[in-house]
């Protein structure tokens, strides 16, 4: 806007300059000046506000809906580790039709998790990690979309947290990548390990300690995100 008024000044005094130079008559030449001047910032001023108003009315919209898909995204992230952890919304009641009711409750079981990580991974099945690991690959994949679209449209504070999570993420799902099946099959089901069954076993105990450390930092970074974008 400033650079514009500037022009038209530069443009103005130059036509004035030129005015003077083939003899014009100064009064003449003052008066339309000047109202060449107000009525060019007018104008100006005018089709700026409506374009600056048509552009902020376009970007509320695609905020909107940005806020919405990060809202998915993160109530995904949450169901998708606290399902298989056995952290489940069945039994609670909550009126499918409120999302502030839906969020608070998903927001409420995610802290729940968090609070009994430890115990909850401890009493997890074959059966359970099998659905994590699913769930997994479906994260990893929402985790790198999200990235890829968003990473020119969040403020610098938002995509940060995403990228945080993205990262902290990808180090839990590379290690248990290490030995997915020391969680997902049953002891008669390990592959052979040369030094032993009991290295299996000691293993498998390094692993999950990793996992409960790890774990507790991604979700903390979720919940932190969740609280961001609301």
Same mark, same amino acid.
């Given at each position: ?25 100064? @009064?003449?030449?003052? +008066? *339309?000046?000047? /109202? ?7 104008? !100006?001023?005018?089709? &700026? ?80 990690? @099998?659905?994590?690991? +699913? *769930?997994?690959? /479906? ?7 999200? !990235?890829?679209?968003? &990473? ?79």
């Amino acid at each position: 806007m400033k650079l514009i008024i500037a022009i038209i000044f530069i443009i103005c005094f130059a036509f004035l300059g030129y005015f003077f130079y083939i003899g014009l008559d100064p @009064k003449d030449i003052g +008066l *339309n000046f000047i /109202i060449e001047i107000i009525g060019a910032l007018i104008t !100006v001023f005018v089709i &700026q506000k409506i374009l600056t108003n048509r552009e902020a009315k376009k970007w509320k919209e695609a905020e909107s809906v940005m806020n919405q898909e990060l809202g998915l995204l993160t109530n995904k992230l949450r169901s998708h580790f606290r399902e298989p952890m056995n952290i489940s919304i069945k039994g609670h009641k909550f009126n499918i039709d409120n999302k502030n009711e839906i969020e608070e409750l998903q927001a409420k079981l995610f802290n729940d998790l968090i609070q009994n990580l430890d115990l909850c991974i401890e009493k997890m099945t074959e059966k359970n990690w @099998k659905s994590l690991e +699913l *769930n997994l690959t /479906i994260l990893k994949q929402d985790l790198y979309e999200a !990235v890829i679209i968003y &990473q020119n449209l969040l403020p610098g504070q938002i995509f940060g947290k995403l990228l945080r999570i993205k990262s902290l993420f990808n180090i839990f799902y590379e290690q248990f990548g290490i030995a997915p099946f020391l969680f997902t099959a049953s002891k008669d089901h390990w592959s052979t390990n040369i030094f032993g069954e009991e290295q299996s076993k000691i293993i498998r105990m390094s692993l999950e300690a990793s996992f409960k450390k790890d774990l507790k930092v991604l979700f903390n970074e979720i919940k932190g995100f969740g609280k961001l974008i609301k």
